[in-house]
């Protein structure tokens, strides 16, 4: 007699592979709970669970069952991962960043335990060298391909949130490319916060990375979140030596600093100059919102707002016609940061009224918000964030929406830079 079983499968150690997941040996339609726990590289512990109903042979497939109940509501074999909930909010001090996630997935009938199956899952391939980077100014981390042949490589910057964030570099690389986690305010000697940030500095990373000498330095993409898809987007279209470019919800404007000491200035300045920037006037209505979200405690949503302070502002939209080489946009349509998916839009119809000769094109999530991570990662948390230490900041989405787009959306950025940079057409969810 077969005894109950989990069973396990992917076509990598990669975080983002494809995975099967099943049980077997049960009764027919026996009732089991089936539980995921992970401790992320923060030190925070997470856990899921899903309740099935066994089939006729006793068995469960993850891909096609739905649960009865647990924390996700559609048959969906990544379900586990995405929905964690975090049992504690009280990181470590000791931070990890590209440790495997270890999960534990445990089988149980009531409060019998049926089994136990422990898997790692992994940031990036252990052939892939990690290189911190200390020289002419960067802060960075340099993620490199093995052996001496010169390969494409892309810049990845992180967003609002400052500081140097390994992860998408690292898992990025694991197909194929160089990648170059570039921190640009919030750490170590660069600016503390994101106004007046020289691009200049970007400009020093690109000429950084093509005195490298695996570094093909006719093939470098850029790809970035949020304010740093506003850097990405502006930076490509001042330094042609960037062929490609990515932008996770990103502005089609410069927008002001975000800066809780200074008054209203640019993000953003080159050789010295402050780069011209959005100015729009804000309703009294959007602003007396802002405000009673503020003193009511009640999660604030910068939409509206951001809307209306690009609107109009001409002098300050991102010259995206100068870009020499193929964009790539990406947005969630109830986005409630800012309405990256308007803005996305206005990029690409600058570009058709330019007649860019490149490639372009704008992917929109119509139920996902403004926040996107890296494939099959928690995203119960995805459509808030803690903002100014004492409120919230609305993000839109909801978890299982914005777990499908940060999967799809993955997929796409691949295949995009695969295409376009690496000049293959490998197809990268097969």
Same mark, same amino acid.
């Given at each position: 007699?077969?005894?109950?079983?989990?069973?396990?499968?992917?076509?990598?150690?990669?975080?983002? !592979?494809?995975?099967?997941?099943?049980?077997?040996?049960?009764?027919?339609?026996?009732?089991?709970?089936?539980?995921?726990? $992970?401790?992320?590289?923060?030190?925070?512990?997470? @856990?899921?669970?899903?309740?099935?109903?066994?089939?006729?042979?006793?068995?469960?497939?993850?891909?096609?069952?739905?649960?009865?109940?647990?924390?996700?509501? @559609?048959?969906? #074999?990544?379900?586990?991962?995405?929905?964690?909930?975090?049992?504690?909010?009280?990181?470590?001090?000791?931070?990890?960043?590209? *440790?495997?996630?270890?999960?534990?997935?445990?089988?149980?009938?009531?409060?019998?335990?049926?089994?136990?199956?422990?898997?790692?899952?992994?940031? #990036?391939?252990?052939?892939?060298?990690?290189?911190?980077?200390?020289? /002419?100014?960067?802060?960075?981390?340099?993620? !490199?391909?093995?052996?001496?042949?010169?390969?494409?490589?892309?810049? &990845?910057?992180?967003?609002? @949130?400052?500081?140097?964030?390994?992860?998408?570099?690292?898992?990025?690389?694991?197909?194929?490319?160089?990648?170059?986690?570039?921190?640009?305010?919030?750490?170590?000697?660069?600016?503390?916060?994101?106004?007046?940030? %020289?691009?200049?500095?970007?400009?020093?990373?690109?000429?950084?990375? %093509?005195?490298?000498?695996?570094?093909? %330095?006719?093939?470098?993409? $850029? =790809?970035? *979140? !949020?304010?740093?898809?506003?850097?990405?987007?502006?930076?490509? %279209?001042?330094?042609?030596?960037?062929?490609?470019?990515?932008?996770?919800?990103?502005?089609? &404007?410069?927008?002001?600093?975000?800066?809780?000491?200074?008054? !209203?200035?640019?993000?953003?300045?080159?050789?010295?100059?402050?780069?011209?920037?959005?100015?729009?006037?804000?309703?009294?209505?959007?602003?007396?919102?802002?405000?009673?979200?503020? /003193? *009511?405690?009640?999660?604030?949503?910068?939409?509206?707002?951001?809307?209306?302070?690009?609107?109009?502002? *001409?002098?300050?939209? =991102?010259a995206v016609e100068n870009i020499n080489g193929p964009i790539l946009l990406i947005s969630g349509g109830d986005d409630q940061l800012w309405p990256s998916d308007i803005m996305s839009d206005r990029v690409i119809e600058r570009l058709g009224q330019k007649n860019h000769p490149y490639y372009y094109e704008h992917v929109t999530y119509p139920g996902a918000g403004h926040y996107f991570v890296a494939p099959e990662m928690p995203t119960t948390d995805s459509d808030k964030i803690a903002f100014a230490s004492d409120f919230t900041m609305l993000l839109g989405g909801n978890p299982h929406a914005n777990a499908v787009a940060h999967a799809k959306a993955w997929e796409s950025v691949?295949?995009?830079?695969?295409?376009?940079?690496?000049?293959?057409?490998?197809?990268?969810?097969?």
């Open positions: 007699m077969e005894l109950p079983k989990i069973h396990f499968s992917s076509n990598s150690n990669l975080i983002d !592979s494809q995975v099967e997941i099943s049980m077997s040996g049960l009764s027919p339609y026996d009732v089991v709970t089936l539980k995921a726990e $992970m401790r992320d590289n923060f030190g925070v512990d997470w @856990e899921s669970c899903a309740v099935f109903e066994a089939d006729t042979e006793g068995r469960v497939d993850l891909m096609t069952a739905q649960p009865i109940s647990g924390t996700y509501s @559609e048959a969906d #074999v990544n379900g586990l991962f995405w929905s964690m909930f975090p049992k504690s909010n009280v990181p470590s001090k000791k931070q990890i960043p590209l *440790t495997p996630l270890e999960v534990n997935l445990i089988l149980k009938r009531q409060e019998a335990l049926l089994d136990v199956l422990s898997l790692k899952r992994h940031f #990036v391939l252990p052939e892939v060298k990690r290189i911190p980077v200390r020289e /002419q100014g960067l802060v960075a981390t340099l993620f !490199s391909q093995p052996g001496e042949d010169k390969f494409p490589t892309i810049i &990845v910057l992180g967003g609002s @949130e400052g500081g140097l964030h390994e992860e998408n570099a690292a898992l990025l690389s694991s197909y194929g490319f160089n990648t170059l986690a570039l921190a640009y305010f919030g750490i170590e000697n660069l600016p503390d916060e994101l106004v007046n940030i %020289s691009v200049d500095y970007i400009e020093k990373a690109i000429n950084w990375l %093509s005195n490298q000498p695996n570094v093909d %330095s006719k093939k470098i993409g $850029m =790809i970035g *979140t !949020s304010k740093g898809g506003e850097l990405a987007l502006l930076s490509v %279209s001042m330094f042609p030596e960037i062929k490609a470019v990515a932008g996770y919800a990103p502005s089609s &404007v410069v927008y002001p600093g975000i800066s809780q000491n200074n008054g !209203s200035s640019s993000s953003w300045k080159y050789k010295g100059e402050e780069l011209p920037y959005a100015k729009g006037k804000i309703p009294e209505k959007v602003g007396a919102s802002l405000g009673k979200s503020i /003193q *009511t405690g009640e999660p604030i949503i910068f939409r509206d707002w951001y809307f209306h302070l690009g609107e109009g502002q *001409t002098n300050a939209e =991102i691949k295949a995009f830079f695969g295409k376009y940079l690496s000049g293959n057409t490998e197809n990268y969810n097969d």
